[in-house]
């Protein structure tokens, strides 16, 4: 499975960006995926994740009611996108899309995301006025 990120860039404090997530490859076993971001000194958090089906979704606190995760809605359901509004200054890090096979839920939600085999490249999102 590959994984291609792209929409990240700077904008101001109250601003939004989207970002989408390709995968392509043997996708057929993925179950869900997940958006996590890298601020510098800081380790690696989930942002968002969500089911395949696109019927659950799991967002981290401190984005709850500002970002949006969903799915592509062709039969594939091969691409993810994170739409963020009211983006903040906190915001600012390097955001990675995963996905995984197989997992449980907990596995999901996970902070780390050990359990996602496939990652693609950051794209970096800088908020700052």
């Known amino acids: 499975v590959q994984l291609q990120a792209s929409g990240g860039g700077s904008v101001q404090p109250g601003g939004s960006l989207r970002l989408s997530c390709a995968a392509s490859g043997r996708t057929w076993r993925v179950n869900a995926l997940g958006w996590f971001r890298q601020a510098p000194g800081r380790e690696r958090e989930i942002v968002a994740s969500?089911?395949?089906?696109?019927?659950?979704?799991?967002?981290v606190e401190n984005v709850k009611g500002r970002f949006t995760i969903s799915m592509s809605e062709d039969n594939a359901k091969n691409a993810v996108y994170l739409q963020m509004n009211s983006l903040k200054s906190e915001d600012t890090a390097v955001y990675y899309c995963?996905?995984?096979?197989?997992?449980?839920?907990?596995?999901?939600?996970?902070?780390?995301?050990?359990?996602?085999?496939?990652w693609g490249q950051g794209t970096q999102v800088t908020v700052s006025s």
């Open positions: 969500i089911s395949r089906s696109g019927d659950h979704s799991y967002y």
């Open positions: 995963a996905a995984g096979e197989g997992m449980n839920w907990s596995e999901i939600i996970s902070s780390t995301g050990t359990a996602y085999a496939y």
